[in-house]
């Protein structure tokens, strides 16, 4: 899950972020006023999607801070977050907040900056980067606007104690997982991020894994809206190759996430070729071992994972298909992957689902293709539970971003990794 937005649209915050003068603070002799100090929102992606959990205070140029004069009620924070697309009376986007958020704790970083950190959980209203609409199934990067106010002096370590007057919000959008894919746009014009492994260049050739996300986060272009953002964001499916496990069992590997124009599922064929054209011009400026190149996917992306493998039978190493769709959808038409296809398939497959899936029938649709497709394996969870949090039935995907799927002992990164192109 083109707008001329960028991809950190975040409202200004300068006019609405404003400082107070404290009581009593003027009694110091050595009392000391900054006009400006701009903060960036720090985020992190869970299980169920990103959110902002804690925000850096460029507070390094003031001087020392001494860390006791900190304290959980040094600031307070007020988060707002809307669409950036209007939204019909009729309709709904979840995830929209205009609330105040909890300070945890407040520490120094290493540069001598505050860092505020914020409660979040799994599920949590508040924190959220991202919205859902829901007449069009669509993720969107939220506006946020953040208002910072200090309650309480901070106090350097030489005694003089400062008064923020104005915290002014900074465009940027921090996360160091998602920040670590480039952005690129295909000659055909279909965006797409791309993780390059450490020393790239020094190690012979590496893996590419293809991750193609779920309907929710491919773009609406009625609305001018295509960010190449929510495919990083949405959930762990992509990130996860990227974490230094995945990135240990793979021996370094490439991790391209294309976006779709629309979903996946509504014109599987005609996006094939559009990312077949990405997989070559990432293969021909990469170090890419071309009988190591994977395909993953959830939803949407589960159903076009398979696809590709039906279009380019000789392409990939392995296909990892989560909560696929191959029947009909909606009921009544024709089957996106029909039988026969499913049975020629040549590709190495490991296919994933949950047994209490209410968005894509499990034995309909993964069950199905399973005893269809030569040689393939499959896991089949109850419920799809990490961390002590029950998830949708149908983010089974968590799983495969967690490499939790194994047979026999072998879980799935490690299958996939030993795969080379037949």
């Given at each position: 899950?083109?707008?001329?937005?960028?991809?950190?649209?975040?409202?200004?915050?300068?006019?609405?972020?404003?400082?107070?003068?404290?009581?009593g603070v003027a009694a110091y002799a050595d009392d000391h006023a900054t006009t400006s100090v701009r903060f960036t929102l720090n985020a992190q992606v869970l299980d169920g999607g990103e959110q902002v959990t804690s925000i850096t205070l460029n507070t390094a140029?003031?001087?020392?801070?001494?860390?006791?004069?900190?304290?959980?009620?040094?600031?307070?924070v007020h988060a707002k977050a809307t669409s950036p697309i209007p939204i019909a009376d009729d309709d709904v986007i979840f995830n929209e907040y205009d609330l105040d958020r909890t300070v945890t704790a407040v520490r120094l970083d290493r540069r001598g900056n505050?860092?505020?950190?914020?409660?979040?959980?799994?599920?949590?209203?508040?924190g959220s980067t991202l919205g859902y609409i829901e007449s069009k199934s669509r993720n969107v990067m939220l506006d946020l606007a953040y208002t910072i106010t200090q309650r309480a002096p901070i106090v350097l370590l030489d005694h003089r104690s400062i008064t923020?007057?104005?915290?002014?919000?900074?465009?940027?959008?921090?996360?160091?997982?998602?920040?670590?894919?480039?952005?690129?746009?295909?000659?055909?014009?279909?965006?797409?991020?791309?993780?390059?492994?450490?020393?790239?260049?020094?190690?012979?050739?590496?893996?590419?894994?293809?991750?193609?996300?779920?309907?929710?986060?491919?773009?609406?272009?009625?609305?001018?809206?295509?960010?190449?953002?929510?495919?990083?964001?949405?959930?762990?499916?992509?990130?996860?190759?990227?974490?230094?496990?995945?990135?240990?069992?793979?021996?370094?590997?490439?991790?391209?996430?294309?976006?779709?124009?629309?979903?996946?599922?509504?014109?599987?064929?005609?996006?094939?070729?559009?990312?077949?054209?990405?997989?070559?011009?990432?293969?021909?400026?990469?170090?890419?071992?071309?009988?190591?190149?994977?395909?993953?996917?959830?939803?949407?992306?589960?159903?076009?994972?398979?696809?590709?493998?039906?279009?380019?039978?000789?392409?990939?190493?392995?296909?990892?298909?989560?909560?696929?769709?191959?029947?009909?959808?909606?009921?009544?038409?024709?089957?996106?992957?029909?039988?026969?296809?499913?049975?020629?398939?040549?590709?190495?497959?490991?296919?994933?689902?949950?047994?209490?899936?209410?968005?894509?029938?499990?034995?309909?649709?993964?069950?199905?293709?399973?005893?269809?497709?030569?040689?393939?394996?499959?896991?089949?969870?109850?419920?799809?539970?990490?961390?002590?949090?029950?998830?949708?039935?149908?983010?089974?995907?968590?799983?495969?971003?967690?490499?939790?799927?194994?047979?026999?002992?072998?879980?799935?990164?490690?299958?996939?990794?030993?795969?080379?192109?037949?």
């Open positions: 899950m083109a707008r001329p937005i960028s991809r950190r649209t975040i409202l200004a915050a300068g006019t609405g972020a404003a400082g107070l003068s404290l009581p140029r003031l001087g020392p801070i001494d860390p006791a004069s900190l304290t959980t009620g040094t600031f307070t505050i860092v505020l950190d914020l409660s979040h959980a799994e599920g949590r209203t508040g923020i007057e104005n915290f002014v919000q900074s465009h940027r959008l921090s996360d160091p997982e998602v920040d670590a894919f480039s952005f690129h746009i295909s000659g055909s014009g279909m965006k797409y991020r791309l993780y390059s492994p450490t020393h790239a260049s020094r190690r012979g050739k590496r893996p590419l894994i293809v991750w193609l996300h779920g309907g929710g986060e491919g773009a609406s272009l009625p609305d001018n809206y295509y960010d190449n953002e929510t495919t990083l964001r949405a959930n762990r499916g992509a990130l996860g190759f990227a974490t230094p496990q995945a990135q240990r069992i793979f021996n370094g590997a490439y991790v391209l996430v294309p976006q779709s124009t629309s979903a996946w599922m509504q014109d599987g064929p005609r996006f094939a070729p559009l990312i077949h054209e990405i997989i070559g011009d990432v293969t021909r400026r990469n170090r890419i071992d071309h009988d190591r190149i994977y395909v993953a996917g959830c939803s949407n992306g589960g159903y076009m994972s398979m696809k590709m493998t039906t279009v380019y039978p000789n392409l990939f190493a392995a296909s990892v298909p989560i909560c696929g769709v191959v029947t009909s959808f909606p009921p009544g038409g024709a089957p996106l992957i029909p039988d026969s296809e499913l049975a020629r398939i040549t590709t190495p497959s490991w296919l994933v689902t949950s047994l209490d899936d209410t968005t894509v029938d499990p034995q309909a649709n993964t069950s199905h293709a399973h005893d269809l497709i030569p040689d393939s394996l499959m896991t089949l969870y109850d419920h799809v539970v990490w961390n002590g949090h029950q998830f949708a039935g149908h983010w089974s995907w968590i799983y495969v971003a967690r490499n939790d799927p194994s047979i026999n002992g072998t879980h799935i990164w490690q299958w996939m990794a030993a795969q080379h192109r037949r």
